[in-house]
């Protein structure tokens, strides 16, 4: 019988906050049960062991909401990234979790039970104040507050993982929702809104309003009748909402849809999150402009690594100037928007071009590399380089030096590239400069380079080769890169340390980002931006997807752990 209910075709209406129409299944998304855990305490033993869970729920939201903010910076959203930063302030006031360390010290019982205890006393505070502009910053208390009850649970990944897992895009329901919850829906790929109570000036509607989904707002009673999985048709332009629809109503809608979703195609972004909510950039290796299409095809967010030799090696002689920079033109419109990231030209040891003498070297990899090469090559530096720094006019573009081995290159290279602009009047707006870290002596020596980059990324193909002196071409030395990973894990989670100190963005680039089993060994150690092959980014997307941030952690920590070992056994007995 109640089968039968469900099925009945149901028309409700609301207000239309996006036009369009959407046509999916529902996924009913609900905020968490105050009620139930005020009502669940405990006695604890352990008060320490509780005030660590809850140290470790603020480092956590900490972590969420920078990330969010930065998603928001990097998306353009403004509204956004201004929302969590005024998030990440709630989360200093010490007063407000100061409290709760010493209800826990005094009442002895479970922190989230008085968590939600001293959070339904805040909403009843709230509830009496007639003030609307005051009443209105319970939604960011609640916002936040609700967030440390969720990493304290450890449910943050339930809420994120049923949408991470939806290949259908599903019609998201819910009673109301809070400007984080729609932060993080923007990510996902959802084909349409229905939020039951929301005013249409909140935050939320106003971030809403940012989306190209149909979505529609105050539609009473909608979260009752609806069930997860129920068939739904958002009409958005007449604020009708239709549930478990007929088959001649949903023919009637696809025929319209169809007919509005070539007028209203816009090209999505894609998002990834880890399981608990931390945001991965998603990058892609790529060399010529139907790669890059593909890699964008693929979910890529950007191109972390044009591998500009390519476009030179097999010629007999130096390409024609304007050839180049078409190329470079062809590139950014297949990145369509995204940030592109050439790396200057690396060539020497095995990548040689016919028009250009180089005397043979007796260590080629240690040799005339990347910058080197270049600098002993003045005309192909200054014809290369101009190239791309005039590329900049089709589009933001990160130009990366490959091989720096000590700062002095950087400042020579510089040097030339102020002469290029002011010769050329190139708008220096659109460019910005990095290196690749993929010499030891750079990841030592990091901090006298970071004012002089905007980022970094690290090449752990050569980073191997060098640590470990085993070259990277030789077949036979297997084993050395096999066993390289705790101490290659060591060295890139020193290198995003100093990022992070710095503010500077760190990828890494090399083919440890493209291998799902070592990729999220990378976020463990920090990194939050990862280059991949095209046609590894799908396998990289589900790894990133599938781990929380703990679990990446503990994994690099077991690795770091069989080098650092127990220091005991160095100490030599009296
Ligand atoms: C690296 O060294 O890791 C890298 C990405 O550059 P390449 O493989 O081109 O040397
Ligand atoms: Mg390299």
Same mark, same amino acid.
């Given at each position: 019988m109640a089968e039968a209910i469900r099925k009945v075709s149901i028309e409700l209406s609301g207000i239309t906050l996006n036009p369009g129409i959407a046509i999916g299944r529902a996924y009913r998304f609900k905020q968490i049960d105050l009620e139930s855990l005020k009502?669940?305490?405990?006695?604890?033993?352990?008060?320490?062991?509780?005030?660590?869970?809850?140290?470790? @729920?603020?480092?956590?939201?900490?972590?969420?909401? @920078?990330?969010?903010?930065?998603?928001?910076?990097?998306?353009?959203?403004?509204?956004?990234?201004d929302i969590f930063a005024a998030h990440i302030q709630l989360l200093q006031d010490t007063t407000f979790l100061q409290s709760i360390r010493d209800a826990v010290k005094i009442e002895r019982l479970n922190v989230e039970h008085i968590l939600s205890v001293k959070?339904?006393?805040?909403?009843?505070?709230?509830?009496?104040?007639?003030?609307?502009?005051?009443?209105?910053?319970?939604?960011?208390?609640?916002?936040?507050?609700?967030?440390?009850?969720?990493?304290?649970l450890e449910i943050e990944h339930v809420r994120i993982a049923?949408?991470?897992?939806?290949?259908?895009?599903?019609?998201?329901?819910?009673?109301?929702?809070?400007?984080?919850?729609?932060?993080?829906?923007?990510?996902?790929?959802?084909?349409?809104?229905i939020i039951e109570e929301a005013s249409a000036v909140s935050h939320v509607a106003i971030i809403a309003q940012s989306f190209s989904i149909p979505t529609i707002i105050n539609v009473p009673g909608v979260t009752s009748i609806v069930h997860s999985d129920n068939t739904i048709i958002i009409d958005g332009f007449s604020g009708k909402v239709i549930i478990n629809p007929t088959l001649p109503e949903t023919a009637s809608y696809k025929l319209k849809k169809n007919g509005t979703s070539k007028k209203?195609?816009?090209?999505?972004?894609?998002?990834?999150?880890?399981?608990?909510?931390?945001?991965?950039?998603l990058e892609a290796n790529a060399n010529t402009p139907q790669e890059i299409e593909s890699a964008i095809e693929n979910g890529a967010e950007g191109i972390g690594l044009v591998r500009s030799e390519f476009f030179y090696l097999g010629r007999s002689k130096y390409p024609d100037p304007q050839e180049e920079l078409n190329f470079y033109r062809e590139i950014h419109k297949s990145a369509a928007g995204r940030p592109v990231t050439i790396r200057l030209l690396d060539l020497g040891a095995d990548k040689s071009l016919p028009f250009i003498n180089v005397p043979a070297e007796t260590n080629p990899q240690l040799g005339l590399r990347g910058?080197?090469?270049?600098?002993?090559?003045?005309?192909?530096?200054?014809?290369?380089?101009?190239?791309?720094?005039?590329?900049?006019?089709?589009?933001?573009?990160?130009?990366?030096?490959?091989?720096?081995?000590?700062?002095?290159?950087?400042?020579?290279?510089y040097e030339i590239m102020e002469r290029i602009i002011s010769e050329e009047r190139i708008n220096r707006s659109g460019i910005s400069m990095g290196i690749m870290v993929e010499i030891p002596s750079v990841v030592w020596s990091l901090p006298q380079f970071m004012d002089k980059v905007d980022f970094l990324s690290i090449g752990t193909n050569d980073l191997t080769q060098f640590t470990f002196a085993a070259d990277?071409?030789?077949?036979?030395?297997?084993?050395?890169?096999?066993? @390289?990973?705790?101490?290659?894990?060591?060295?890139?989670?020193?290198?995003?340390?100093a990022a992070l100190i710095y503010n500077k963005d760190v990828s890494v680039c090399g083919e440890i980002a493209s291998d799902p089993a070592t990729a999220s060994l990378l976020i463990g150690a920090g990194i939050r931006i990862l280059s991949a092959r095209v046609n590894a980014l799908d396998a990289i997307k589900k790894?990133?997807?599938?781990?929380?941030?703990?679990?990446?952690?503990?994994?690099?920590g077991k690795y770091l752990e069989m080098i650092n070992g127990n220091h005991s056994q160095y100490r030599r007995s009296a």
């Open positions: 009502n669940n305490f405990f006695p604890i033993k352990d008060i320490n062991l509780e005030l660590s869970r809850l140290q470790r @729920s603020i480092d956590k939201s900490k972590e969420q909401l @920078s990330s969010l903010q930065k998603a928001g910076i990097d998306t353009g959203k403004k509204d956004i990234a959070i339904g006393d805040i909403e009843q505070r709230f509830r009496s104040i007639e003030n609307e502009t005051v009443r209105t910053r319970l939604v960011d208390i609640q916002d936040v507050y609700y967030r440390l009850l969720r990493n304290l049923p949408l991470l897992r939806a290949r259908l895009n599903p019609i998201l329901v819910a009673e109301h929702l809070l400007p984080s919850d729609i932060a993080l829906l923007e990510f996902r790929n959802i084909a349409g809104l209203n195609q816009v090209r999505k972004y894609h998002h990834y999150l880890t399981r608990d909510g931390i945001r991965i950039r910058i080197r090469y270049l600098f002993a090559n003045p005309d192909l530096l200054d014809r290369h380089f101009r190239s791309v720094l005039k590329s900049s006019k089709y589009g933001p573009v990160r130009i990366m030096v490959p091989f720096v081995s000590i700062i002095q290159e950087l400042d020579y290279l990277r071409e030789n077949r036979k030395l297997e084993e050395f890169r096999r066993a @390289s990973l705790p101490v290659l894990l060591k060295m890139i989670k020193s290198v995003a340390q790894e990133i997807e599938s781990k929380s941030m703990d679990q990446a952690q503990v994994a690099v």
